[in-house]
């Protein structure tokens, strides 16, 4: 452990503090810092001045990067007939219906998104103790809820995030890896930045992101001016 302690104390004094850098900067920054020995995961923090308690000020929803994630997604459907063929042709890894779902209830985790029929969903739900703490339960503002399984799991292969506010109105959401070239992490994050915009709530007061952060997998963040980007 002190060896990383000292990799971050290193990172963090070229860090200012008291500076607010500009998306272009901030990414080059977060790159040049990261001591991680893979390819970590380059990831923005938006603090969002919102009330999640109000129904209407919930933010959550998916949406899919110019450039990708750079991760492979392992994607399981759910879902019977024709549209579990339409699944398996789009390339999802894993197509089932209740012996799926029995062998996810029995604890197996092998994937990273699990895309359901609304016909489907009835079964789905018993999943919910399983799946709900990892983040994993098909949702309708994610797209993993839907009968166009193909534009989902094609969704998903290209790199789709998804975003979601936490009781704090904090968001985070990955734009990429540290390998990718400056240009196209700007690109996704800019996208990114235009979502988040977008979906503000329209009775949200005063200022809507407060706050806006960079970081790697193991890095310290680096403060962004929303102005830049």
Known sequence: MAKKSKNLRAALEKVDRTKKYDAAEAIALVKEIDFAKFDATVEVSYNLNIDVKKADQQIRGAMVLPNGTGKTQRVVVIAR?????????????????????????????????????????????????????????????????????????????AG????????????????????????????????LHEQILRVKPATAKGTYITNLSMSTTFGPGVKIDTASI
Do not use: C, H
């Open 160 to 191: 789709q995030v998804t975003y979601r506010a936490d009781k704090a109105g904090i968001v985070n959401v990955p734009i990429g890896k540290v390998s990718f070239e400056d240009a196209k992490l700007v690109e996704n994050f800019k996208a």
């Open 81 to 157: 007939g024709e549209k579990a063929k339409e699944a398996e042709a789009a390339g999802a890894d894993f197509v089932g219906e209740a012996d799926l779902i029995q062998k996810i209830s029995d604890g197996w985790l092998e994937f990273d998104v699990m895309v359901a029929t609304p016909d489907m969903m009835g079964q789905v739900g018993r999943l919910g103790r399983v799946l709900g703490p990892k983040g994993l339960m098909p949702n309708p503002k994610t797209g993993t809820v839907t009968m166009d399984v193909t534009k989902a799991v094609n969704d998903i292969k």
